[in-house]
């Protein structure tokens, strides 16, 4: 049966999620959303309380008439789940609503506006973080690298105030009139991210087979590259962090050529980039062993696609 679409029509937003959609159309509507479902359950029709229940989600697709791409953003992506946030105040006309958008770091380029503070903030004069969310947008996000990844809480890490340098971060505020931090460290968590990711790096600090000395001197290169030696510059921390990561990383691999198992990379999820088979990504660890090798490598590679749920 068809529902008919409740009076007063609600647009949905891109990445908005049926939570968000259902309170604001039953709100426009008048009623709350559970005495709407209380009304469709009197009258026979299923609607599972569960919000990713295929049934409630096609309720409100017919509810709000809504195209059947509505309430489809995916909920993971290479074993990373996305997450819910608040979209931009200007695309949603100043409607509070929550999605999720993988493929947008922490700006609005529609709107120039930083995602990620309360209240949201214009970024007009602070040119420098547009360009990072294209670079974000074009180099991680187009690899599955999600906002608030691992690689992006790493990366933000390492571009901490301190390190990138006060004097430059003072600089930055007077110019644009930001306050916010993390928006004026944006360029360098960017470039942090795209360099944790980056298979070339990730593949020789994490090589067992290069000398720790080595691995860790490319590591104080790259960084120095991205943090020039201001005078309060404080760039052999960043390498301490990293360095960090990658000997954890080289262990993982070190174990996995010793016992010929793919590498169990659930945590930091980077060793993907370079191409080493993680099980964890599609569920598939608990069948390790007992499929033979080149099965198992086709199926991981068809659950890594997103076929799996
Ligand atoms: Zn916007």
């Given amino acids: 049966m068809r529902l008919q679409p ?4 609600t ?3 891109g990445g908005e999620g049926i939570v968000s959609y259902s309170h604001r159309h039953a709100a426009r509507n008048h009623s709350p959303p559970g005495e709407i479902e209380t009304g469709l359950r009197e009258r026979g029709i299923r609607v599972r309380k569960a919000h990713s229940a295929a049934e409630r989600v096609d309720v409100w697709r017919q509810l709000g008439n809504l195209h059947t791409s509505a309430f489809t953003a995916p909920t993971k992506i290479d074993g990373d789940p996305v997450t819910d946030r608040r979209l931009c105040l200007q695309c949603t006309q100043g409607n509070p609503a929550i999605g999720r958008l993988p493929r947008v770091g922490l700006v609005c380029l529609r709107h120039k506006r930083w995602l990620a503070s309360s209240p949201q903030i214009d970024l007009c004069a602070f040119v420098a973080a547009l360009t990072a969310e294209r670079h974000f ?5 187009a690899r599955g690298v999600l906002f608030d990844s691992f690689a992006m809480e790493l990366a933000r890490a390492c571009a901490n105030p301190v390190f990138v340098g006060v004097e430059e971060i003072e600089r930055r505020r007077q110019q644009s009139d930001i306050e916010t931090v993390d928006a004026l460290i944006y360029p360098e968590q960017i470039k942090f991210a795209r360099m944790v990711t980056s298979p070339t790096f990730l593949e020789y600090v994490t090589n067992p087979a290069h000398l ?7 590591i104080t290169r790259e960084v120095t590259k991205i943090l020039p030696a201001w005078d309060d510059s404080e760039s052999w921390r960043v390498t301490e962090r990293i360095w960090d990561v990658a000997r954890r990383l080289t262990q993982l691999r070190r174990e996995s050529l010793l016992w010929g198992a793919p590498a169990r990379d659930a945590y930091y999820n980077l060793l993907r980039f370079i191409g080493l088979p993680d099980f964890v990504i599609g569920d598939d660890w608990d069948d390790y062993g007992t499929t033979p090798s080149t099965c198992r490598r ?6 890594g696609n997103g076929s799996s749920p």
């Fill in 6 to 9: 409740l009076p007063v029509p």
């Fill in 11 to 13: 647009r949905v937003y």
């Fill in 137 to 141: 947008r074009n180099h991680l996000a």
């Fill in 212 to 218: 720790a000395d080595d691995r860790r001197a490319r």
């Fill in 298 to 303: 086709t199926h991981h590679a068809v659950a």
